[in-house]
Nanobody, 119 residues
Framework: VQLVESGGGLVQAGGSLRLSCVASGNTVSIHGMGWYRHTPGNQREVVARITVSDGTTTYADSVKGRFAISRDGAKNAMYLQMNSLKPEDTAVYSC?????????????WGQGTQVTVSS
């Protein structure tokens, strides 16, 4: 499975951005997807996750009420709508897909997209 993100950029605090992640390859093998972010000197943290089977979502406490994760199965796409952005949301955002293929579990990552929130 290959993942390509888009939609990052520079935005002022309080603004919004929408990230997209499009999957290709053996997409039927994907069980769950998620958005993660990473800043220099910090560990990568999970932002939001969604299951393919029933669309269950989970969020980091720091983004609850501001971010929304969603999927479009027909387009093999996942989105992250980010509202009320704060400077501390500045990071490289990456999408991840997990699943099982030929009896083996896998995890695929996109290349990442920079989100910068100015104060």
């Amino acid at each position: 499975v290959q993942l390509v993100e888009s939609g990052g950029g520079l935005v002022q605090a309080g603004g919004s951005l929408r990230l997209s992640c499009v999957a290709s390859g053996n997409t039927v093998s994907i069980h769950g997807m998620g958005w993660y972010r990473h800043t220099p000197g910090n560990q990568r943290e999970v932002v939001a996750r969604i299951t393919v089977s029933d669309g269950t979502t989970t969020y980091a406490d720091s983004v609850k009420g501001r971010f929304a994760i969603s999927r479009d199965g027909a387009k093999n796409a996942m989105y992250l709508q980010m509202n009320s952005l704060k400077p501390e949301d500045t990071a490289v955002y990456s999408c991840k897909a997990q699943g099982i293929e030929d009896g083996w579990s896998f995890a695929s990552w996109g290349q990442g997209t920079q989100v910068t929130v100015s104060s």
